[in-house]
């Protein structure tokens, strides 16, 4: 029959379609979407072959929905960290300060499992290749929050135009994602560096793009 309900595979019911989000998760994380198979996930989910297809229609379904749910608890945490600031602020009735703002947009890339790389190269490949759901993400997490971390931006220096701002935190963005899709064993600081430098050190990349960052915007 045409409209007849795919029956659940055997071996995904209950929490299944759960598994398969955390585990498609981490792998995608681990070693990248392109290099995850659907029976690497399903294999490590301890799911039917058939369940991707069941739950969520094909492997790319799959990956804009854990960019959907990325986004969101990156959201929650930056709206946290920048209300905990603007608290403070008015609180010793001082100036927002750009070093905080920074530090709120930076640390869902670097806090521990919250896969701050992952979340980068999907926004990338959204960049390259949008669709209706990585539409979504922006316009229902990424873009409201865009908003209200420039509104931010603007109290920290009066004296600089919102448009202005809102071209720093565009260019500022994109020189976090190209920062955070980098961190690999051969990444292009250790190469330029002659193994100086290494991008991999989550904590010293931090450090430095920090620093640029804020000298950037400062202006």
Same mark, same amino acid.
Request: proline share 3%.
């Given at each position: 029959?045409?409209?007849?309900?795919e &029956?659940?595979? @055997?071996?995904?019911?209950?929490? /299944?379609?759960?598994?398969?989000?955390? #585990?498609?998760?981490? !792998?995608?994380a *681990?070693?990248?979407?392109?290099?995850?198979?659907?029976?690497?996930? #399903?294999?490590?989910?301890?799911?039917n072959?058939?369940?991707?297809?069941?739950?969520? $229609?094909?492997?790319?379904?799959?990956?804009e929905?854990? +960019?959907?749910?990325? /986004?969101?608890?990156v959201?929650v945490?930056?709206?946290?960290? !920048?209300?905990?600031? %603007?608290?403070?602020? $008015?609180?010793? *009735?001082?100036?927002?300060?750009?070093?905080?703002?920074?530090?709120?947009?930076?640390?869902?890339?670097? @806090?521990?499992?919250?896969?701050?790389?992952l !979340?980068?190269? +999907?926004?990338?490949?959204?960049?390259?290749? &949008?669709?209706?759901?990585?539409?979504?993400v +922006?316009?229902?997490y990424?873009?409201? +929050?865009?908003?209200?971390?420039?509104?931010?931006?603007c109290? #920290?220096?009066?004296?600089?135009?919102?448009?202005?701002?809102?071209?720093?935190?565009?260019?500022?963005?994109?020189?976090? %994602? !190209? /920062?955070?899709?980098?961190?690999?064993?051969?990444?292009?600081?250790?190469?330029?560096?002659?193994?100086q430098?290494?991008?991999?050190?989550?904590?010293?990349?931090?450090?430095?793009?920090?620093?640029?960052?804020? $000298?950037?915007?400062?202006?």
């Amino acid at each position: 029959m045409k409209n007849r309900k795919e &029956p659940v595979p @055997a071996q995904a019911g209950g929490d /299944a379609r759960e598994r398969i989000l955390v #585990t498609a998760e981490l !792998l995608f994380a *681990k070693q990248g979407v392109d290099k995850t198979s659907t029976r690497d996930i #399903t294999a490590e989910a301890g799911v039917n072959v058939a369940s991707i297809n069941y739950y969520f $229609r094909s492997k790319e379904a799959l990956a804009e929905e854990i +960019f959907m749910r990325l /986004a969101q608890r990156v959201t929650v945490l930056r709206l946290a960290d !920048l209300s905990r600031y %603007m608290d403070a602020a $008015r609180e010793s *009735k001082s100036s927002l300060r750009l070093e905080d703002l920074i530090d709120c947009f930076l640390r869902p890339y670097f @806090a521990p499992g919250l896969h701050g790389a992952l !979340l980068a190269r +999907f926004i990338i490949q959204h960049r390259l290749h &949008p669709s209706e759901m990585t539409r979504r993400v +922006f316009v229902q997490y990424l873009d409201p +929050f865009a908003m209200e971390f420039i509104d931010a931006l603007c109290l #920290t220096d009066k004296r600089v135009s919102r448009v202005e701002w809102l071209w720093r935190y565009n260019l500022m963005t994109g020189t976090v %994602m !190209l /920062a955070m899709t980098d961190i690999g064993p051969a990444n292009r600081m250790t190469a330029l560096s002659n193994g100086q430098a290494d991008a991999s050190q989550t904590g010293e990349l931090k450090r430095h793009l920090a620093g640029y960052l804020c $000298r950037a915007l400062a202006g």
